[in-house]
């Protein structure tokens, strides 16, 4: 009797030990994520798990690893719920728990932890944009079609935040570097930006400006689309979204000779390509805007009165034409409009810079003359006549006025050449004590 009573207390003795083992601990080969928690009290389970609830989250978008902590993600890991889906086996009968914690030994058991999303998860990945962008987009002009290239450099991406989700399910416990899908976006403003922009470069070459001859009605030539491109210029500064749009004048005067020979007006004249060019421009900007400009005036000029070989370099002024053309090495570098003397007729002859001065004082007229530059010494009035810029004096409050530019192109000199303001420079500048004036009636 003794012995039966011994064995049975050893037999219960032993069914608690097993069912504390079964019961208390974690089965064998049990994993929470890819953490192996076998034999894990529940109290280091929980630990475990209050460690896990807050981490955070890691994954990569192309070359970039982000962080985020889980609860400032609206990501929380329900500790409740994944420990009593750890501890499951408790709610089985002493021999089930018994069987199955024997056959723990015998395979896996993977528990994924039990994760909720909140609102705040959605709004925040749904609208987060991953910008690993190494390099601004490039604009730049084609010098072909004179259109703005774009090149989008950016690299900016979206998450889809059910995708992601699906992903962080699997990966608490884990120390995995999630990598999500992930759609690159577009840069539309720039993209839209060189568009509107090209749309509009397009319409000023849409189609031929005529060329009519000024006081008639018909256009005798036009410029051509393909000569449009080749005289328009376009520039854009991209730091400051600054499209600068213009016209070549070099290559407008080669064109413009080349309309000169459907001219019937004999050999003497030219077109004046300065002043197509001033429409031109205007044309331009109209067209740019959305506009109609179909037309620009063709005005005559007498051709110069030299072919450019009297000297390396020289002056010749027109006074007829009001004209002075700047000859070097037998070309026309520039013309100019100017006004010469109506008080006193400026002379015709042969002459050469005599002396210069950035600033010169006429004391019969009472002005000062900029960018001096005096070419005769007239015996008839005692004085020089030179080119200058137009003149101006200083009244009595220390104010500068001076004559307006409407002056040039017509006479309105005391016998002087005036150039108007900043072309005066330009020739100034450029010519030289000694250097040739012609002067021609």
């Not at 774009?150 to 935040?161: A, C, G």
């Not at 900043?422 to 010519?431: D, P």
Request: aromatic share 12%; net charge positive; glycine share 6%.
């Amino acid at each position: 009797m003794r012995r039966i009573i011994v064995l049975v207390l050893c037999l219960i003795i032993l069914l608690s030990a097993i069912e504390y083992m079964c019961r208390g601990r974690v089965p064998a080969n049990t994993y929470l994520g890819s953490r192996n928690i076998s034999f894990f009290s529940r109290s280091e389970v929980l630990r475990l798990l209050a460690q896990e609830a807050n981490g955070s989250l890691r994954f990569k978008v192309r070359s970039r690893v982000y962080r985020y902590q889980y609860k400032e993600s609206g990501i929380y890991v329900d500790i409740n719920k994944t420990l009593n889906a750890v501890f499951s086996h408790n709610t089985k009968g002493l021999l089930p728990v018994t069987h199955s914690f024997i056959g723990s030994f015998f395979a896996q058991r993977m528990v994924v932890p039990t994760v909720s999303f909140s609102d705040l998860f959605y709004a925040k990945f749904a609208q987060t944009i991953f910008d690993i962008s190494t390099q601004n987009n490039d604009i730049h002009v084609s010098d072909q079609t004179k259109k703005l290239l774009f090149t989008d450099n950016t690299q900016k991406y979206r998450l889809d935040p059910k995708l992601l989700k699906q992903q962080i399910v699997g990966s608490i416990g884990t120390n995995v570097v999630l990598e999500p899908v992930t759609a690159r976006i577009s840069d539309t403003t720039d993209a839209s930006r060189v568009l509107s922009y090209n749309q509009r470069i397009a319409a000023i070459t849409a189609k031929p400006v005529g060329i009519v001859l000024d006081g008639e009605k018909r256009a005798f030539s036009e410029l051509t689309q393909r000569e449009l491109l080749s005289i328009v210029t376009v520039s854009y500064d991209q730091k400051h979204d600054n499209l600068d749009i213009g016209v070549d004048k070099n290559k407008l005067s080669d064109i413009v000779q080349g309309k000169e020979k459907s001219l019937d007006k004999g050999g003497d004249f030219t077109l004046d390509s300065e002043f197509m060019g001033t429409q031109l421009v205007t044309m331009v900007a109209t067209r740019f805007n959305g506009y109609t400009y179909d037309f620009v005036i063709g005005r005559l000029l007498k051709k110069p009165n030299t072919d450019g070989r009297y000297a390396q370099k020289y002056i010749e002024i027109d006074i007829s034409q009001q004209r002075m053309y700047i000859w070097e090495s037998g070309s026309v570098i520039a013309t100019h409009s100017v006004s010469t003397g109506l008080y006193y007729p400026t002379p015709p002859g042969k002459y050469a810079i005599l002396n210069k001065a950035p600033n010169a004082y006429s004391d019969i007229y009472h002005v000062w003359m900029p960018y001096w530059m005096a070419f005769y010494l007239d015996p008839k009035v005692n004085a020089y006549l030179g080119i200058h810029e137009l003149p101006y004096w200083v009244d009595v409050t220390g104010t500068q006025i001076r004559r307006p530019s409407n002056f040039i192109g017509s006479p309105h000199t005391g016998g002087c050449v005036s150039l108007d303001v900043g072309e005066a420079q330009e020739v100034y500048n450029w010519a030289q004590v000694g250097t040739a004036v012609l002067v021609y009636e």
